[in-house]
């Protein structure tokens, strides 16, 4: 079986976010790290939980991005990844999910791979669309927000439950080969391994520049960035820390919230 | 050329969801912009009823599309059928919600229709004449405002943004039904498990001290039930992350895959303020907000906001309040 998991490059969630003087997309100078998308992370260990229990699954793992994304390719191949490939980028900003589902579609069309995975979404983004805009360029079927997948034993079918509202699930049989969008908490993912990391170090990358990849129009486009409204008053408490547990305590109290 | 704007009707069970109300608003939005033509359109095994009741609340136009075997949501059909509907109507926006369905079906239907996909939608805006919509990125720590480049423009809606004004006297609602077979051939759905968590814990108490990756290490949660202690009728909750790491079960997730609640206090602890989980929190009476980070999207939906670290500010509220009250009983 081969398994091509889906992964990107995100800044570090406490990284401060500063919105260009343009107003066109976020600066991208001020990030101060770079992570794997969390609920990428999900997406790898499933597949790795797959290559243990059935040997001799190969797993790649693709990721697009500028150069430094190699960095979440690496980190995947020290979970056990078998083969990276990078999709190069010359922009360092927002990227459209269906370029990104193209261009990951045309790379696995003739691959012959029995499972795609991604993350539910991205936590930049956030946008939740790469996954099934790679079935559907490639025909497959799809299912997002997997909780729980279990392969027939046929190899023709696997068995999904997604995630729906108010924590129930809905529960699918698809025909092999699909793609699955991974919910976060179906497994808990593992740490690199030493010994992984060292061969991704040494290992080479497939690199593809994405000039010379598949260029779809765009069909939508970010024209402002803006910080969010507020949606209540947000007073901010000043002074020390006691100073503001005090103050809250008063409000607290005034308010018959505390006695 | 009149534009069409469809609304994609969600039900689950038998019954119409409330979000699908919200999108009927969206579009009434949409349609202000442009003199346009809204329709609803439903799949469903048997959806006559619920076309009618469509129709009659709203007084749209209603496309029932019965297919037989279709008892739950199934997105390789939604794919195909919708795209088939979506040519034949020429639309020039679908709004669907940003649910487990909208987010399932709707990125493989634009592909299918050459269209633009802009999900989570939260607001429609004119921007230089042109409509835009804005979403939350970097965890709502900013938002894009977004246009289709597109003849067609697919759209998941956020459930809470669009408040439903129902008409009074609705007039000019019709119902058309259609029968259609289609089976999914790649997809089987094989029904829905219903959930086993028990939620009413943290749907019924008057206090959520709620907590997120800010806590930093599972240790901590025991000040998050030492703060939950100092109020009656409390009840401690998380945000995802915080489930996903096992520090809490999920019977305490609040959120969009969560429970939603709406106690007299919610105090939000080292929690980011994600959509996802403002979406079940933000029609708490009072939102008290504790971040490190002075950036973080919570500060936005928060009534008070307090800028220190949660592991040294929970300390100091107790002490604070256990001496207060120690004075209390003396002058008492």
Redesign the interface.
Known sequence: MKILVCIKQVSESESPIQIDEHARWIQTDAITGYKMNRLDEFAVEEAVLLKEAYPGTIIDAITIGPDRSAEVIKRAIGMGANHGIHIVTESDGHQNPFTIASRIADYARDKYYTLIFTGVMSEDQMQGQVGPMIAACLSLPWATAVIRQQMAPDNKYVYVEREIEGGSRDTLQLQLPAVLTIQSGINTPRYPSLSNLLRANKQKLETIQAGDSVQPKLREKVVRVAYPEKSRSGTFLAGTQREKAIRLLKLLRERALLQ | MKQTIVVIVEH?SGQIRPVTHELVSCAKRLQQNKASVIRAVILDADPAALAREMADTWGLEVTAVRIPGLT??N??IY?SVLADLMREFEAAYVCTAH???G??????????L???????VEDILE?ENRT?FA????????????????DI?ILTIQPGMFRPQKPDKPVGGSVTIRSLKCES?????????????D?TGITEAD?IVSVG?GLGDKENVALIYQLAA???KSAVAGS??I??L?WLE?RCQVG???ATVSP??YIACGI?GS?QHVMGM?SSG???AINS?P?A?I??????????NLI??IP??I???EK?QSEGDQNG
């Open positions: 689950a739950s949501y997105g390789e794919k649910s487990s369905q987010m399932d079906f709707a990125p493989a239907l634009s592909v299918e050459n269209a633009a996909c802009i999900t989570g921007v835009c979403r939350s990125i970097f965890g709502a720590k900013a938002v894009a405002h977004v246009r289709s480049q597109s423009s051939v790649k997809t089987r759905s094989m029904g829905i498990k219903q959930a086993e968590a939620m206090v990756q100092l109020f009656t995802r992350i489930c996903d096992g999920y969009v895959s969560g007299q206090l980011s959509v933000r009072y939102i008290v980070d950036t999207a500060f936005q939906v928060a009534d008070i906001c307090i800028v220190e040294t500010f100091a509220f002490e604070v309040y207060a």
